[in-house]
């Protein structure tokens, strides 16, 4: 069975640019995650997804983040314009019971 | 804030020796998980823990919870090199949606 694939795994910015991450959950589940995950911290969870609707996006910084999933199946993050505090990993994970599955993450530098 | 806190921070042991690390949380809970999360690399699911069930067991690996106290603890037994990890309690309160602590980091000295 694939695993969560994320893409880019790293990346590097400069303040007041944009970005984006992708992710292609494990097929067949419904709920997806965006968790971003600070150095040395565990990881905070951004938006949840149930399907292609939102379940969960108290902790989205929305004047900059924005996400989405399309026809329920792979998702978006984006961040715009990037600030020097975004630089973090950015985790997708998918879950169809209580345990989640979690990608390798997108290492983001803002510079 | 429903974060759980796991302590300690760091641990270091030897290889073969047992290591114990604990967290504790701050509201009602579904179910209680830890995950491993090797240097550069995501996380992984270990165990979950329902709020009905006080021991569970897989492999090297014992997880006990006390919902009155609000705390659970992971006990890895005979640790290994690869062991080396930062371990993270993950609190479910419902819908599925996890809360993560700070994380243990363990270091595996051979």
């Not at chain 1, 969560?4 to 995650?33: D, M």
């Not at chain 2, 504790?24 to 995950?35: E, G, R, V």
């Not at chain 2, 005979?78 to 700070?102: E, I, M």
């Amino acid at each position: 069975e694939a695993g969560v694939a994320q893409s880019p795994r790293y990346k590097i910015i400069e303040k007041r640019q944009s970005v984006a991450f992708w992710c292609n959950p494990i097929s067949g589940h419904a709920t997806l995650y965006w968790y971003q995950q600070i150095l040395g911290q565990g990881p905070k969870l951004l938006i949840q997804f149930q399907n292609n609707g939102v379940v969960d996006d108290s902790q989205l910084p929305k004047d900059r983040f924005s996400a989405e999933r399309l026809k329920g199946v792979d998702s978006t993050l984006k961040i715009q314009p990037a600030k020097l505090e975004d630089s973090a990993v950015y985790l997708c994970a998918s879950s169809q019971g209580p345990s989640s599955f979690f990608g390798p993450g997108t290492r983001l530098t803002v510079l | 804030s429903q974060q759980g806190e796991e302590d300690p921070q760091a641990l270091s042991i030897q290889e073969g020796e047992n290591a114990t690390m604990n967290c504790s949380y701050k509201t009602s809970i579904n179910n209680l998980q830890w995950y491993r999360q090797n240097s550069g690399r995501g996380l992984v699911h270990l165990i979950l823990i329902r709020s009905n069930e006080r021991e569970k067991h897989s492999g090297r690996l014992r997880v006990t919870l006390d919902t009155s106290k609000k705390s659970s603890s992971l006990l890895i037994t005979a640790s290994r090199a690869a062991d080396t990890a930062s371990y993270f309690c993950a609190t479910d309160w419902g819908a599925q949606k996890l809360v993560f602590g700070q994380g243990t980091r363990l270091t595996i000295n051979p």
